[in-house]
């Protein structure tokens, strides 16, 4: 069973920068790609960034420009560097991976205050 466990969230002024992990349990060459969802209170879960296995990636249009993915392989990690973050990034970021099957982490909270 494969795990994904996030780190990295927290309070944060507007204009400021985080940066989140996903570690997993395993290797994540078996899966397609690995991404970055959140959820706001009230909101549905939306896609922030998604990586492939190849490295092609793609970004939610809010974030264009300020959010970056990226994956090192030998850790079994998936990155997302938030930079410029806005009081509307405000929400639980959660990991995601999909292979034959979609697995979630447990979600880390993000707060950016204004």
């Known amino acids: 069973q494969v795990q994904l466990v996030e780190s990295g969230g927290g309070l944060v002024q507007a204009g400021g920068s985080l940066r989140l992990s996903c570690a997993a349990s395993?290797?994540?060459?078996?899966?397609?790609?690995m991404g970055w969802y959140r959820q706001a209170p009230g909101k549905q879960r939306e896609l922030v960034a998604r990586?492939?296995?190849?490295?092609?990636?793609n970004y939610a249009d809010s974030v264009k420009g300020r959010f970056t993915i990226s994956r090192d392989n030998a850790k079994n990690t998936v990155y997302l560097q938030m930079n410029r973050l806005k009081p509307e990034d405000t929400a639980v970021y959660y990991c995601n991976a999909v292979n034959n099957r979609i697995y979630w982490g447990q979600g880390t909270q993000v707060t950016v205050s204004s």
């Open positions: 395993g290797s994540i060459f078996s899966f397609n790609y």
């Open positions: 990586i492939t296995s190849g490295g092609n990636t």
